[in-house]
């Protein structure tokens, strides 16, 4: 059946006073992956953004080979002929040692990661998803939910566009049988809908900045894992991320188990590390202000799905806690969500829906829970300056011990067959109680 036939399936089921089958808040992208995967399946999808592309958004923007293969998975050209900065891996300074580590070759996962600012690659997502089909209003401010009268069910959202003189325009009602929050880390509708940010989770804050630098064209992403301040050694690590543009995006990112997190100025912190770092990278004036921004981990946000409404990417803390890589995990949770949505609202009762969309949170925990407990574990234990030292060094003396912290940290393996480095950490994120 072709998408139309599918789509008009589920509208004709689709009760009146709906304006659409699925709304997605925000168009960063974890959004936009829900919506291009909610139209190619022949849903009516309509997306609520409060900017207008194109806009900044603060990043690193490095994609490892995850994300490389959710693009592929949206059908995006990722040569460089489109636009895009290739890497073949890691450049890891630590410990007294420089180590070149390429990604790795596996069946699941391409063997590179991309460069690309965040201004372009937005847009590029939401373009693709308007592509497939999905109906994008930008300018538009989501406020909260609406909700059933009687089962409290969330089936809407209360927004305003911005006028063409940029006031506000009035509130206006959008209804669907389901709702995404796809609205980042502070996620004003997830908190509007009940669900607070978990305390017991790691965060962590991580800023950035841009130079015009020679290691514009650097195959590898350089990550420096002992982030000194003075004589303090803080849990996290610094960057320097080519963009084959001339320019290079610097940052460093901590995390929550640090004594320091909360007290120190983070902008102030990347200047004083800045100035620790060589001179061959010939970094001079910023050519962009210092911004930051939170970094929700290891599902800090729950429950994924209840009464109408799914969240994703970071305003489901999907955040790796391993390495603070949150773009990738976006995707996949999108693609996730899109799936079990678009078999749920092909399902002829409400308690048919309801438990397709049960497996929403089910396959999360299936997919990333151990692995988050066990990154949980890992923040907790850097936050000791003398075990995150120790780690440094032995973890990159030693070659067998350096591919484990390599799959263990970049989450690169193939879950099925493998090396016994993949199959340990298999094992490892398996037996991990998830939660
Ligand atoms: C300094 C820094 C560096 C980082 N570096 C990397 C990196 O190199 N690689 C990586 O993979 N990850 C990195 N991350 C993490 C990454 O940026 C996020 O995980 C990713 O952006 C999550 O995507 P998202 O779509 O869930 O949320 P977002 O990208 O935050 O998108 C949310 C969207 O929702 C919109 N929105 C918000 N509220 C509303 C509302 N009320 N109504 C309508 N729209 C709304 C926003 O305008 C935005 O477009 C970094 C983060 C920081 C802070």
Request: net charge neutral; glycine share 10%.
């Amino acid at each position: 059946m072709s998408p139309e036939h599918l789509s008009t399936a589920v509208r004709d089921q689709r009760p009146a006073g709906y304006d659409a089958d699925v709304i997605v808040v925000g168009a960063g992208p974890a959004g936009s992956t829900t919506a291009y995967h909610l139209a190619r399946q022949g849903l009516d999808v309509l997306v609520l953004e409060k900017s207008t592309f194109p806009r900044e958004k603060v990043c690193g923007d490095g994609l490892t080979p995850r994300a490389v293969k959710a693009l592929i998975g949206m059908g995006i050209d990722t040569s460089s002929a489109n636009g895009w900065a290739r890497n073949s891996g890691l450049r890891i300074i630590g410990g007294g040692m420089k180590l070149e580590m390429p990604w790795p070759d596996l069946a699941t996962f391409p063997d590179y990661g991309l460069t690309r600012t965040r201004k372009d690659f937005d847009e590029l997502l939401a373009t693709q998803a308007q592509a497939a089909g999905a109906r994008l209003l930008q300018d538009t401010t989501v406020s909260g939910p609406v909700r059933h009268d009687r089962t409290g069910r969330i089936e809407g959202v209360v927004a305003q566009t911005k006028q063409a003189d940029k006031t506000k325009g009035p509130e206006v009602t959008y209804r669907a049988p389901l709702v995404v929050a796809a609205d980042g880390n502070s996620s004003r509708l997830g908190l509007a809908s009940g669900r607070a940010r978990r305390e017991d989770r790691p965060m962590g804050v991580a800023v950035r900045t841009y130079f015009s630098s020679p290691f514009s064209d650097d195959e590898w992403l350089e990550s420096h894992l002992e982030l000194w301040d003075g004589d303090r050694l803080l849990p996290g690590y610094g960057w320097v991320f080519g963009l084959g543009d001339g320019r290079v995006n610097v940052g460093l990112g901590i995390l929550d188990s640090s004594p320091a997190f909360g007290k120190v100025d983070y902008k102030a912190l990347l200047s004083r590390w800045l100035e620790r770092l060589g001179e061959e990278y010939e970094f001079t004036e910023p050519t962009e202000p210092i911004r930051g921004a939170a970094l929700p981990m290891a599902f800090n946000r729950k429950p994924h799905y209840a009464d109408g409404l799914l969240l994703v990417g970071d305003s489901a803390g999907m955040v790796n806690p391993f390495n603070g890589e949150g773009i990738a995990y976006a995707m996949e949770s999108a693609e996730i969500a899109a799936d079990v949505m678009s078999q749920a609202l092909r399902r002829p009762t409400a308690y048919a829906r309801e438990k397709a969309l049960a497996d929403y949170p089910r396959r999360l925990k299936a997919e990333y829970g151990g692995y988050y407990t066990l990154g949980r574990l890992f923040v907790k234990l850097i936050g000791h300056p003398e075990i995150m030292r120790l780690c440094a060094q032995r973890g990159l003396s030693h070659p067998l011990l350096m591919k484990v912290t390599m799959t263990l940290l970049s989450n690169l393996r193939d879950p099925r067959a493998g090396e016994p480095v993949d199959r340990l950490v298999n094992t490892l994120a398996r037996v991990m109680p998830s939660s």
